[in-house]
């Protein structure tokens, strides 16, 4: 994520090298839509909560990953347009809940930004296509009801 914020400063201005990023983050989170993240609660055998702990979501790695790309990026609709695009394929592999809102307020985050800064009607209606995508392959999906997020406790 760093490398492609630092690519998308104004002294560097390398959308491309972003773009790169964008990808790896985006193959990283759908290897992670499979995987069961630390429980928070750990329970003994007689089921009596014995730790509770902080523990990485796939919500807080989605906001590491994101944030501040949608922030340095929203100026240069290829990358917001590219970033909108990984979250429509991240969301073809969204199987709980979690991750559809996860995906979802990202995408809404990326393209309401990428909106404001295009001036070009061509950009934004290619940001609106992407986000259209993103809400379809969501809405397509289903995902079980909140409380059978991977992370819950055993």
């Known amino acids: 994520m760093e490398v492609a914020v630092r690519a998308l400063s104004p002294g560097t201005n390398d959308p491309f090298t972003a773009i790169v990023v964008i990808d790896r983050l985006r193959g990283c989170l759908t290897r992670l839509t499979d995987r069961r993240l630390p429980a928070g609660v750990l329970r003994d055998d007689g089921g009596q909560v014995r730790v509770v702990r902080e523990v990485t979501t796939y919500t807080g790695l989605a906001d590491a990953a994101f944030h501040q790309i949608r922030?340095?990026?929203?100026?240069?609709?290829?990358?917001?347009?590219?970033?909108?695009?990984?979250?429509?394929?991240?969301?073809?592999?969204?199987?709980?809940?979690?991750?559809h809102e996860a995906l979802a307020r990202h995408a809404r985050m990326v393209a309401e930004a990428g909106l404001r800064a295009a001036a070009e009607p061509g950009d934004q209606r290619d940001i609106q296509r992407s986000l259209a995508r993103v809400e379809q392959t969501l809405s397509r999906g289903k995902a079980p009801e909140p409380s059978v997020i991977l992370h819950a406790g055993p």
């Open 71 to 99: 922030q340095a990026g929203a100026s240069h609709p290829a990358v917001v347009i590219h970033l909108t695009e990984a979250l429509a394929r991240l969301a073809e592999h969204a199987r709980v809940a979690e991750h």
